[in-house]
């Protein structure tokens, strides 16, 4: 019996004065036919509208975090990366938009990866199972 399998994301957005183009990213992922995400944000200390702008939407889905002061892009890049708590990560920048079927392409092929391989493990542990059973001790167990 095979069980449904649905991947989950963290889209993970850091970043600095974007204000002017942070509400369309966001919408942009709110949008996706597919639902089964959270949006992180990492906020480097902006000095323009861009929390202010993030703070507009209400979608408990998106989770912002404020630094002190301006830590860096990489270490933004890293610490925005850490705070995410799907299985899978995309990352955004803050003046890029997702077409609304991004997560769904990708949910789909992560299913049809993940089917792929189970049944190749299968596979190859049945003919290691029959043809090398000195390799698994399968040899032993069936006496």
Same mark, same amino acid.
């Given at each position: 019996?095979?069980? $449904?399998?649905?991947?989950?994301?963290? #889209?993970? *957005?850091?970043?600095?004065n974007h204000g002017?183009?942070?509400?369309?990213?966001?919408?942009?992922?709110?949008?996706?036919?597919?639902?089964?995400?959270?949006?992180?944000?990492?906020?480097? &200390?902006?000095?323009?509208?861009?929390?202010?702008?993030?703070?507009?939407?209400?979608?408990?889905?998106?989770?912002?975090?404020?630094?002190?002061?301006?830590? %860096?892009? &990489?270490? !933004?890049?890293?610490?925005?990366?850490?705070? &995410?708590?799907?299985?899978?990560? !995309?990352?955004? $920048?803050?003046?890029?938009?997702?077409?609304?079927?991004?997560?769904?392409?990708?949910?789909?092929? *992560?299913?049809?990866?993940?089917?792929f391989a189970?049944?190749?493990?299968?596979? #190859?542990?049945?003919?290691?199972?029959?043809?090398?059973?000195?390799?698994? %001790?399968? $040899?032993?167990?069936?006496?």
């Open positions: 019996m095979s069980q $449904s399998y649905e991947p989950s994301f963290s #889209v993970c *957005i850091p970043i600095y002017r183009f942070i509400s369309d990213t966001i919408q942009s992922v709110l949008d996706q036919s597919y639902q089964n995400f959270e949006i992180v944000i990492a906020d480097n &200390a902006s000095t323009d509208d861009s929390v202010a702008q993030i703070e507009k939407f209400k979608d408990p889905r998106i989770k912002l975090y404020r630094n002190r002061y301006n830590i %860096g892009f &990489a270490p !933004n890049l890293q610490r925005v990366t850490s705070y &995410a708590s799907k299985d899978y990560l !995309n990352l955004l $920048s803050s003046d890029d938009q997702m077409k609304p079927n991004t997560l769904e392409t990708y949910a789909k092929a *992560i299913t049809s990866l993940k089917d189970r049944q190749r493990s299968t596979l #190859v542990r049945r003919y290691v199972d029959e043809m090398a059973p000195e390799l698994t %001790g399968a $040899s032993r167990l069936r006496r």
